[in-house]
């Protein structure tokens, strides 16, 4: 085995968590908690992942209240999965002896498809907008959030941060990118308050720096924080790379342990992230609602633009965030081959998430570490992400 991908694999700090490899499962949404509890689907995607030899897996979108979530089978953090997580969390460590568990705690702000809400009237976000994802289900408007409104969300953190730490999680990742809740304030393009949280940049990362602080202060110095962030909105009036090395240096000095840098939007450009073939034919054949159909036929070809795949995408540009920041630097975007992994660690990132590859093949960390030919076999054809709304959530179609 090479030196770098001997690194790769070898034990490392996560701020004050021990791995036993650089290597996670990254947060991705698997449609696999129908009504919003974790079932036993949720369980045996992560078991295969676990046992496949990642350091730690990660549980995406646990939204911080029942009105954070896009869709009604998305998982909230209350006392209503405490037990079902619990028990997932404590079978997932005894399977993998030494492995750790990471939530990712997640709001969707003002992009919901959600009708009838709990809380509220209509998601909510930085600023008055349309709800692109809501429309076809009849919630077509998204309202500007009140500074009572913004107060009570970083609340949400501070107690969904609370309940992972005492459910068994063991680092939790806040996630600021992909134009969800904290990205639509940060980005200037959902963000066009006047008050103190919109305008600069400053005012605009007001907000997420609240919900750091709030997350850390709940969960204290052992419990690492990761934070993922957009490198590029992908769209012309939002983040771009200059504004983000300023937004990963803030996080910087907010105390975050590692950065995930990444890039794109789900609600205008989501191919800058996923990269490779369109998502827009699978999820046409996934859609049932009439309208939402003829809005993919419509528009699916501007939405999901073309971002052909090759292997680190995101380095370059990570690359620059890494020279300007001191805390510890999780690669994602296009690592799939062993000949990326040691590219990555020879740039001196710390770890490496990994989303596409471990859905091809769970037991990527332990045929790697076995045979220096490794392939992985995953052919980014994307159609795995089109079916987190399907029966069972999503699963690799070369599998099957």
């Not at 995406?60 to 954070?68: R, S």
């Not at 940049?201 to 924080?225: H, Q, Y």
């Not at 803030?250 to 450009?269: E, M, Q, V």
């Not at 369109?278 to 999820?283: D, E, H, K, V, Y």
Request: glycine share 12%; charged share 20%.
């Amino acid at each position: 085995m090479s030196e770098m991908l001997d690194r790769a694999f070898s034990p490392a700090m996560l701020g004050a968590l021990p791995l036993k490899n650089r290597i996670l499962k990254a947060a991705t949404y698997e449609g696999k908690s129908p009504g919003g509890v974790p079932g036993d689907e949720l369980a045996r995607f992560h078991r295969e992942i676990v046992a496949g030899g990642v350091a730690m897996t990660t549980i995406g979108f646990c939204t911080t209240e029942a009105d954070g979530r896009i869709n009604d089978q998305m998982m909230w953090l209350h006392e209503g999965v405490r037990e079902p997580l619990t028990r997932m969390i404590a079978e997932l460590k005894a399977l993998a002896p030494g492995v750790k568990v990471s939530g990712q705690i997640s709001h969707c702000g003002n992009f919901s498809k959600i009708r009838k809400m709990q809380r509220l009237k209509r998601p909510l976000g930085p600023s008055r907008g349309f709800n692109m994802l809501g429309a076809a289900s009849g919630a077509p408007f998204a309202g500007a959030m009140t500074l009572a409104d913004i107060d009570y969300l970083v609340k949400t953190y501070a107690d969904a941060a609370t309940f992972m730490k005492a459910v068994g999680f063991d680092a939790a990742e806040i996630h600021f990118g992909h134009g969800y809740g904290l990205s639509q304030f940060i980005s200037p393009k959902t963000n066009r308050r006047t008050d103190e949280y919109g305008g600069s940049l400053e005012n605009r990362m007001r907000l997420p720096l609240r919900a750091l602080e709030a997350v850390k202060s709940a969960v204290g110095e052992d419990f690492p924080i990761l934070g993922k962030m957009n490198m590029t909105d992908g769209v012309r009036d939002g983040v771009h790379l200059p504004e983000a090395i300023e937004i990963a240096s803030l996080f910087d000095r907010g105390g975050i342990d590692a950065l995930i840098c990444s890039g794109g939007t789900s609600s205008y450009n989501p191919m800058v992230y996923f990269r490779g073939d369109s998502l827009a034919q699978g999820m046409l054949e996934q859609q049932s609602n009439p309208i939402a159909r003829l809005g993919l036929k419509l528009i699916g070809s501007r939405m999901f633009r073309d971002y052909p795949y090759y292997e680190n995408y995101f380095l370059e540009d990570a690359k620059k965030i890494r020279d300007r920041v001191n805390c510890q630097m999780v690669y994602i975007g296009g690592c799939t081959e062993l000949s990326s992994l040691e590219q990555v660690m020879k740039e001196g990132f710390d770890f490496v998430q990994l989303g596409r590859p471990l859905i091809k093949d769970p037991n990527y960390v332990k045929h790697a570490m076995a045979d220096p030919g490794y392939k992985n076999g995953c052919t980014h054809c994307n159609r795995c992400a089109t079916l987190i709304e399907a029966p069972g959530g999503i699963y690799c179609p070369l599998n099957r």
